[in-house]
């Protein structure tokens, strides 16, 4: 009996389908790569369901032949690769000719469609990957792909389908990239007819970047093109200190007008960046490289995510090094906003038992150090796994509260750390660790119990906020108040902020945090909140 046997075409159109389509945003990405390669002037994607109900997507391209509606549904068909010498000269984004045959396996699919050197558009239906229908109908040059019931013979992958809102965020970071890559078509996207993308044309790069991502383009620096040698080019737009993301949501890389991923050069370039921005705060930046076709390989993922750069480490070392050299020059000074007062490195701020802050005068005495330390650690609980304390191992049988008690106050290093002299040990204490530490416990305390502190604002803060995180917002606005932060729409990208947590040293990151979607899910926790 043989246990080898040749799977049957209907199953192995499902399995290749599920190689490609892995969610709807898989769906968009896929046709809307074929319109740009049909030279579409304007796309307009109409969803519903995030895409689980269905996709609509209509271009002005130069639309489909009448006897290739047929074959362009076939695996393997494309316009795109005639011989194998093509496959190491690939300047099209879709090329494989999977993208058509795996959604139709997979969906209700009608295509409709216009060759601009014909007069006539013909529709056809698929339904499971089968030909229901093929007719002519009425409609103006380009083409128009209608998606319905995605999945709906393949159930077990449609049951691993997200959140609406989720797969909504997923479907706007897809095309976002494609938005700064061709800053001269015009881009609308709705979901059940309302508006969530409306770019119109932009005259540059830049202006494009700034809109769809809402950033300041007075923060953003625009590097000149840059030429490695005679097969290689750098165009670099860098955020300055005053962006500020609480994760890698803005970071792009192009390589020959392709969007990828690139571990090593995301790397390397938010290193470049830990000189001016904290730890856990991440830049915003956009890298565009042209290199010789014969030196990328663009075939080594499924989906085209990825590609494999030959001398790699050079190109990397140069990015690196332009970074670094453009933010030392031309960023612009951080501009700062603090609720409760400036604090610079000469003027640091010290917790006292309510939450209030002070600053150290130079002329401290030893006795009003001793003071505020006591303040400081009043209300502490040491005996918790506390990473400010964990580390601390005590000599002798008093507890660390005690010891510090009765220690004497003997100096401070780099107004930073405490010396305390005990009787059998020296204890170091990070002041300001320790006081970050005594806000997280405070505010996890109140917000746990529904009382958190609140400051109000006489005038809101304006947040600049992002296509995905104003979906997030729009569906998380009741418990955004229950984390002590008041929110309303100042403009249709513009968040106001009222009132947020009094502990919060910087509000704009603390709801940015919550704002955001880490992978699949969202970072409606306290950690997010607290982290800043």
């Given at each position: 009996m043989n246990h080898v046997k040749v799977l049957p075409e209907d199953l192995i159109s499902k399995i290749a389908a599920g190689e490609v389509i892995e969610r709807p945003a898989s769906v968009i990405?896929?046709?809307?790569?074929?319109?740009?390669?049909?030279?579409?002037?304007?796309?307009?994607i109409n969803i519903e369901g995030s895409g689980k109900k269905s996709i609509t997507i209509k271009d002005d391209g130069c639309g489909i032949f009448s006897q290739d509606l047929e074959t362009i549904f076939l695996r393997h068909?494309?316009?795109?690769?005639?011989?194998?010498?093509d496959l190491f000269s690939i300047k099209s984004l879709g090329f494989r000719g999977e993208a058509l045959y795996s959604i139709a396996a997979i969906s209700d699919l009608t295509l409709t469609s216009r060759h601009r050197d014909s007069q006539d558009a013909w529709q056809i239906h698929l339904r499971g990957g089968n030909k229901k229908s093929i007719h002519p109908v009425n409609m103006s040059q380009g083409t128009k792909i209608e998606i319905?019931?995605?999945?709906?013979?393949?159930?077990?992958?449609?049951?691993?389908?997200?959140?609406?809102?989720?797969?909504?965020?997923?479907?706007?970071?897809?095309?976002?990239p494609y938005t700064i890559l061709?800053?001269?078509?015009?881009?609308?996207?709705?979901?059940?007819?309302?508006?969530?993308?409306?770019?119109?044309?932009?005259?540059?790069?830049?202006?494009?970047?700034?809109?769809?991502?809402?950033?300041?383009?007075?923060?953003?620096?625009?590097?000149?093109?840059?030429?490695?040698?005679d097969n290689t080019r750098l165009k670099l737009y860098l955020s300055d200190i005053n962006i500020q993301r609480a994760r890698k949501d803005m970071q792009f890389i192009f390589v020959n007008n392709r969007p990828v991923q690139n571990h090593l050069i995301s790397y390397h370039i938010n290193q470049a960046y830990r000189a001016?921005?904290?730890?856990?705060?991440?830049?915003?930046?956009?890298?565009?490289?042209?290199?010789?076709?014969?030196n990328i390989d663009v075939n080594i993922h499924p989906t085209k995510r990825e590609v494999k750069i030959k001398n790699d480490f050079q190109i990397i070392n140069s990015l690196r090094s332009i970074s670094e050299e453009n933010l030392i020059r031309f960023s612009k000074p951080k501009q700062i906003f603090t609720p409760g007062g400036n604090f610079t490195n000469e003027n640091p701020p010290l917790l006292d038992s309510v939450g209030e802050?002070?600053?150290?005068?130079?002329?401290?005495?030893?006795?009003?150090?001793?003071?505020?330390?006591?303040?400081?650690?009043?209300?502490?609980?040491?005996?918790?796994?506390?990473?400010?304390?964990q580390n601390y191992k005590t000599v002798s049988d008093k507890s660390l509260k005690q010891q510090l008690k009765e220690a004497k106050y003997i100096g401070q290093f780099n107004r930073k750390y405490l010396f305390f002299e005990s009787s059998e040990s020296l204890l170091v204490i990070d002041q300001h660790a320790a006081q970050e530490r005594i806000t997280y416990e405070t505010l996890i305390t109140q917000i746990e119990i529904s009382t958190p502190q609140i400051q109000r604002l006489l005038t809101p803060i304006l947040?600049?906020?992002?296509?995905?995180?104003?979906?997030?917002?729009?569906?998380?606005?009741?418990?955004?108040?229950?984390?002590?932060?008041?929110?309303?729409?100042?403009?249709?990208?513009?968040i106001a902020l009222h009132s947020h947590p009094i502990l919060i040293k910087d509000p704009k990151i603390g709801l940015r945090n919550l704002l955001s979607l880490d992978g699949e899910n969202r970072r409606f926790d306290l950690d997010s909140l607290a982290r800043r």
């Open positions: 990405k896929e046709l809307i790569e074929n319109s740009f390669d049909a030279e579409s002037k304007t796309l307009e068909a494309t316009s795109k690769i005639k011989d194998y010498n319905k019931e995605l999945f709906f013979n393949t159930p077990a992958r449609r049951k691993f389908l997200k959140s609406d809102t989720t797969e909504l965020h997923q479907i706007v970071n897809t095309i976002t061709f800053p001269q078509i015009k881009f609308f996207l709705t979901h059940y007819k309302k508006m969530i993308i409306d770019l119109p044309t932009a005259s540059s790069r830049l202006k494009r970047i700034a809109k769809v991502l809402n950033l300041d383009p007075n923060h953003i620096l625009e590097t000149e093109t840059i030429t490695l040698d001016i921005l904290p730890p856990e705060i991440f830049p915003f930046f956009a890298i565009f490289i042209d290199i010789a076709f014969d802050t002070q600053g150290l005068e130079r002329d401290n005495t030893s006795q009003k150090i001793s003071q505020d330390t006591n303040k400081l650690f009043a209300s502490f609980d040491f005996n918790s796994q506390s990473t400010v304390f947040l600049n906020a992002s296509a995905q995180e104003l979906i997030v917002w729009e569906n998380q606005k009741e418990e955004l108040e229950k984390f002590g932060f008041s929110t309303t729409l100042f403009d249709e990208n513009t």
